[in-house]
């Protein structure tokens, strides 16, 4: 069984700045995709940003050119780096990580998520 720990979420005024981070509990994981997610209250979880294993990156239109997502895999680890905050960006923001324990043979998980807050 593997944990993604999630960390790096507060309170920040707009226009801030907050560095996510979510570590996998188990070294030497082969993981395929890492993302974050987030859930506004009232609303479904949607996608923030995506990164590959081999570094390809995408992002939701909303934060674009204000997010960046990386990932240190000797660490088992994922980033989002938040700047230019907006109150829309309010909500529990949840890692993920795809691996693959053999070829073919994938499994997902979950972080228990992280607040962020944006006040105006």
């Known amino acids: 069984q593997v944990q993604l720990v999630e960390s790096g979420g507060g309170s920040v005024q707009a226009e801030g700045s907050l560095r996510l981070s979510c570590v996998a509990s188990?070294?030497?994981?082969?993981?395929?995709?890492m993302a974050w997610y987030r859930q506004a209250p009232g609303k479904q979880r949607e996608l923030v940003a995506v990164?590959?294993?081999?570094?390809?990156?995408n992002y939701a239109d909303s934060v674009k050119g204000r997010f960046t997502i990386s990932r240190d895999n000797a660490k088992s680890t994922v980033y989002l780096q938040m700047n230019s905050l907006k109150p829309e960006d309010t909500g529990v923001y949840y890692c993920?990580?795809?691996?693959?324990?053999?070829?073919?043979?994938?499994?997902?998980?979950w972080g228990q998520g992280t607040q962020v807050t944006v006040s105006s």
């Open positions: 990164v590959t294993s081999g570094g390809t990156t």
């Open positions: 993920f990580a795809r691996i693959e324990w053999v070829v073919g043979y994938l499994s997902d998980y």
């Open positions: 188990r070294s030497g994981l082969s993981i395929n995709t």
